[in-house]
C-alpha cells in the first residue's frame, strides 16, 4: 500500500475512534447479552434467569466472544466496547479494499472507445513516472476508494453502535469480510458468511444474496451454488444441532416476541425506513443513484463493473427485509448499518463517474473533492443532535435502571421476582428472577401472546400476555417509564383486577425524582377478572404525559374521563386527582379525591402523604401522625423524598 494513502487511512480510523468515543454510553439492551455472560462463566449455562433455558439473544457469537474476554479476566462491558471498536476499524480498512476493487478501471470502461485508450495510456504513465522504490503512484481510483470508508467513519450511527457494547460492529466486519472474499477468494465467503450468521441470525440474508448473485447473475450454475449452500449448512449444522438439544427450537425466542407480518409492521417499517433515508439517504438520492448502477452493470463477468451487482443486491433485499419486519425497537439506525457501507461504496464509483465526465483538469481534481466533502458534512452534522438526544435518553434510563435494581436489592433481601418491560440493566445488576413483560426471554409470552381489542401503543414489540404473567406472582412490576403504562403489555395489565387489586404503586426516591414500580401486597388476591373496556388504560397513558408536560389542569380533564369509563374499582384515577389538585393548590378537592382514594385502597402511599401534608398546614398533628404511620407501613421509603418541593408539607 502507498505510505500516503496509509497515512490517510491512519488518520480515517483516528477519526472513527474519537468520533465512536464521542457517543460513549451501554445500550440497554447489551445488559442481556452481558446477563447470559455473567451466567455462562460462573457455570449456569448460556441462560438469562437459572434454571430457565431460553435463547433470548440474537447474538451467539458476540456472547460467546464476551465469555471468552471475561474469563481471561477482563471485565465484560470493557470487552464489548474494544471489540466493537476494533470491529469498526477493522470494517473500514476492508471497505476501502472493497473500494478499490469497484472502482479500478470504473473510470475509464464507461467511456468511448477512444476515450478509454487516451485514459489508459495517461494512467500507465503515470504509474511509470510514480515508480520508485518499486512503488506505483496511486491514481484516481486509489484516491477515490478513500471516499466509502471515510464516509463510514463519518457516520454517526455506524460510530454510535460499535461503542454502544452490542455486536452491531461485528456483524458490519463479517458482512464485509464475506463480501471482500465474495471478490477475491470467492469460496472464503462460506465461512465468513457463517460467521455473520453465528454474529446475528440476519447473516443468513447476507448469504442468500451473494448466491443469487452468484447462480442468477454470474451465471455459475445451479449445481455450484448448491455446492455452496451445503458448505454454509455444513459450517451452521454443529451450531444448529446445539440449538435443538439445549433450547429446544431452531428460532431464537425473540424472533417470536418481536417479529410479525402486517400492515402494521410495514407501516412502522415504512417509517423506520423514512428516517434514515432524512438521516443517511440524501432523501432517497443515493438509492437513485444504485439504480443508475444496476442500469449500467453487465451480467456474468465482462470486466470490473461486475463487483457492483451484489452490493446493489445487498441494498435493495436488506433494505426491503427491514422494512417489512417492522424496522427496529431502538433509535439510531441499527438495523441499516450492513447497508451503509455498500451505498457508499456508490458514492465513490459516482464520484469517479463525475470526475471521469470533466474534461478541465482543475475540475476533474476538486469537483469530486468538494461533492464529498459536502456529503461528509450533511452524513455527520445532520443527524448528529438528534443522536446525541437518543444518547442521553439512553444513559439516563441505564442508570435509572441500575439504580432500581440497587435499591430492590435493597428492598427484598435476597432473592425474588421481578417483571419488567426493559429488562437490560434491571437483570444484569440484580440476581432476580426476571420475567421480560414482552416476551423477548420468555417462551410464554413469546408463542402465546393476547390479543386485547383496543390496546393503542406505537411500540413495535406488542406481544404480552398478562394473565400468564399474574399467575407467576412476581414481587415487583416495573414499567418502562414510571407509573405511566407505555407500552401494550403495560397497557393491558391495567385491565387486569388482580393487577389494580394486588399491586400498588411503590415510591422509590432518586434525587429530585419519584422512580414508580409496583409491589405486590401481601396475601391472596381474589379472582382475576379481565375489564372489557381498555379506553380508561390508554386515557391513563395520556394523564401521565400531561401532568409531565405541567399540563395539570388537561390531565384532571382527562382523569375525570377515567373514572368515568374505567372500572370500579381503579382507585390509583382518584390518586392522581388528588395529586394533579394538590399540585394546583386546590386543597379542598385534593383532599376530597385522597380520602376517596384512601378508602377504596389503603395502600394509595400519595394520599396518605397528601392528606399528612393538609393536616399538618391546618395543625391537626394527631391525623397527620396517623397519615404518617399509614405511609410508613407500606412505603417507608417515601418518606425520604425531600429532593421534590412539590409534595413536601
Not at 465526465?357 to 459536502?374: D, F, G, H, I, Q
Not at 381474589?526 to 395539570?552: C, I, K, T
Request: glycine residues 8%.
Amino acid at each position: 500500500m502507498n505510505k500516503k494513502i496509509g497515512a490517510v487511512l491512519l488518520l480515517i480510523l483516528l477519526f472513527f475512534l474519537l468520533h465512536a468515543v464521542s457517543y460513549n454510553f451501554i445500550q440497554d439492551d447489551a445488559f442481556i447479552s452481558y446477563r447470559y455472560v455473567k451466567n455462562l462463566v460462573s457455570g449456569r449455562g448460556l441462560v438469562f434467569n437459572t434454571g430457565e433455558r431460553v435463547e433470548g439473544y440474537t447474538n451467539f457469537l458476540w456472547i460467546i466472544l464476551l465469555a471468552l474476554f471475561t474469563t481471561l479476566g477482563l471485565n465484560t462491558v470493557a470487552a464489548s466496547k474494544f471489540l466493537g471498536l476494533a470491529s469498526g476499524c477493522l470494517s473500514l480498512l476492508l471497505l476501502y479494499r472493497i473500494a478499490r476493487i469497484l472502482l479500478r478501471g470504473e473510470g475509464v470502461e464507461w467511456k468511448r472507445t477512444e476515450d478509454r485508450e487516451r485514459e489508459r495510456r495517461k494512467q500507465d504513465q503515470e504509474n511509470q513516472e510514480g515508480q520508485k522504490g518499486g512503488k506505483a503512484r496511486p491514481g484516481p481510483a486509489d484516491w477515490l476508494a478513500l471516499a466509502p470508508p471515510l464516509l463510514l467513519a463519518a457516520n454517526g450511527a455506524f460510530a454510535y453502535w460499535c461503542i454502544s457494547g452490542l455486536e452491531s460492529g461485528l456483524f458490519v466486519l463479517m458482512i464485509l469480510a464475506a463480501t471482500y472474499f465474495y471478490f477475491t477468494r470467492e469460496r472464503l465467503m462460506v465461512p465468513f458468511g457463517a460467521l455473520a450468521t453465528l454474529v446475528r441470525p440476519e447473516g443468513a440474508l447476507v448469504f442468500a444474496v451473494f448466491l443469487l448473485d452468484k447462480v442468477l447473475f454470474r451465471r455459475d450454475g445451479l449445481k455450484n451454488g448448491l455446492r455452496f449452500a451445503a458448505a454454509y449448512a455444513v459450517l451452521l449444522l454443529p451450531y444448529l444441532i446445539f440449538k435443538v438439544a439445549y433450547y429446544g427450537d431452531l428460532l431464537p425466542n425473540p424472533f417470536y416476541a418481536k417479529t410479525g407480518f402486517s400492515w402494521e409492521y410495514v407501516r412502522s417499517g415504512l417509517g423506520y425506513f423514512w428516517r434514515f433515508l432524512r438521516h443517511y439517504g440524501l432523501w432517497g438520492g443515493l438509492y437513485l443513484l444504485t439504480l443508475i448502477g444496476w442500469r449500467r452493470t453487465p451480467v456474468g463477468r465482462e470486466n470490473s463493473t461486475w463487483v457492483r451487482r451484489p452490493a446493489l443486491l445487498m441494498i435493495w433485499i436488506y433494505s426491503l427485509a427491514v422494512i417489512l419486519i417492522g424496522g427496529d425497537v431502538l433509535q439510531g439506525h441499527r438495523f441499516f448499518l450492513p447497508v451503509l457501507p455498500f451505498l457508499y461504496l456508490f458514492i465513490g464509483w459516482g464520484l469517479l463517474r463525475l470526475r471521469c465526465a470533466v474534461t478541465s483538469e482543475p475540475l476533474r481534481r476538486w469537483l469530486p473533492a468538494a461533492a464529498l466533502a459536502a456529503l461528509l458534512s450533511v452524513t455527520f452534522f445532520l443527524p448528529r443532535p438528534w443522536l446525541l438526544t437518543v444518547r442521553r435518553a439512553e444513559i439516563g434510563l441505564g442508570r435509572k435502571m441500575a439504580d432500581t435494581a440497587a435499591r430492590l436489592n435493597a428492598l427484598f433481601d435476597g432473592s425474588f421476582t421481578m417483571a419488567a418491560s426493559t429488562i437490560g440493566a434491571l437483570s444484569y445488576y440484580s440476581e432476580a428472577t426476571v420475567i421480560d413483560m414482552l416476551g423477548l426471554t420468555d417462551p410464554m409470552i413469546a408463542r402465546h401472546p393476547e390479543e386485547i381489542p383496543g390496546i393503542a401503543s406505537p411500540w413495535k414489540e406488542r406481544n404480552y400476555n398478562g394473565r400468564y404473567l399474574l399467575s407467576r406472582d412476581p414481587d415487583v412490576i416495573i414499567f418502562s417509564t414510571g407509573m405511566k403504562p407505555s407500552a401494550p403489555a403495560e397497557r393491558a395489565l391495567l385491565l387486569y383486577s388482580e393487577f389494580r387489586d394486588h399491586y400498588y404503586p411503590y415510591y422509590l426516591p432518586r434525587g429530585d425524582l419519584l422512580q414508580v414500580v409496583f409491589r405486590r401486597k401481601p396475601g391472596d388476591p381474589a379472582a382475576n377478572r379481565l375489564f372489557p373496556d381498555a379506553a380508561f388504560a390508554n386515557l391513563f397513558n395520556q394523564v401521565m404525559s400531561l401532568e409531565s408536560r405541567g399540563l395539570l389542569a388537561l390531565a384532571a380533564e382527562k382523569t375525570e374521563e377515567i373514572i368515568a369509563v374505567g372500572p370500579p374499582d381503579f382507585s390509583w384515577a382518584y390518586d392522581r386527582m388528588a395529586s394533579l389538585h394538590f399540585l394546583m393548590k386546590n386543597q379542598a378537592e385534593a383532599e376530597r379525591f385522597a380520602r376517596q382514594a384512601v378508602g377504596m385502597d389503603d395502600y394509595c402511599v400519595l394520599s396518605h402523604y397528601i392528606l399528612k401534608a393538609l393536616y399538618l398546614a391546618r395543625g391537626d398533628s394527631a391525623a397527620a401522625g396517623e397519615e404518617h404511620d399509614k405511609i410508613l407501613r407500606y412505603n417507608p421509603e417515601f418518606l425520604q423524598l425531600n429532593a421534590d418541593e412539590r409534595y413536601r408539607p
